[in-house]
């Protein structure tokens, strides 16, 4: 894993969020819409020296330029987004312990990630968003005001849960949000949204509006509904 910085910004104390494409892709979704909306700047970024698959261009192949970035805004670093995660397991921790090592660079008082949760419940059009926080003291408060706490043991894998781990081993506050979802395979525009609102409400701050996401989704119920014969359709 390369790391090259781009700029030195003047941060004080900046919240952080870091995600990246998972289930659903509601990592890369909340990412690029917080970036989006905020105008962020880049900062830094992260190359893999192992890229995990090539581009098939219809005839001929490309290697991918898989990076993540850093970038930010007032008081705020988010990291992450991209198409894929580290495919090593060398990479990955790397990468989990560069976000500690800038986290603590520029003093930042808390980690959020965030991601998909998987479920058979069948949803209706406002999924929820479950929170887990990296102490038993946190996770209290957050039942105490009203978010709803992930509802079973059970394992967090990959970077939207393993950057936790490395937080509270590091002694830095953090908070995990992950929006339900039945289909992990298309995109899920309605729990990037249902995170969003939770993740204003933690952070007091407001990302933007999220409209465009009713579309979307809408767009992808569509698509999905016209994969299936009218025969085997709801």
Known sequence: MDFIQKSE????????????????????????????????KQFRVAKSSYPSYVLDYGGYIELPDEKWEYRYADDLIVFGGGRSQPQTSEELHALCQDVIDISKKYSAKFIYTLGGFHTNRQLDKSPKTF?????????TQLEKSKFEITPQKSLITGFNGLILG?????????????????????PQYRAAKSIIKILEKLTYQKFGDTTEFDM???????????????????
């Open 166 to 186: 490395y937080a509270k081993t590091n002694g830095i506050q953090g908070i995990g949000l992950y929006g339900e979802l039945n289909d992990p395979e298309i």
């Open 216 to 234: 979307m989704a809408k767009d992808v119920d569509e698509k999905m509904k016209n994969r299936w014969p009218p025969k085997y359709r709801q």
């Open 131 to 139: 929170v887990t926080a990296t102490s038993a003291q946190l996770a």
């Open 9 to 40: 910004p003047d941060l004080k104390k900046p919240i952080v969020i870091a995600a990246m494409q998972d289930m659903g892709n509601v990592g890369s979704i909340v990412i690029d819409f917080i970036n989006d909306k905020l105008n962020t």
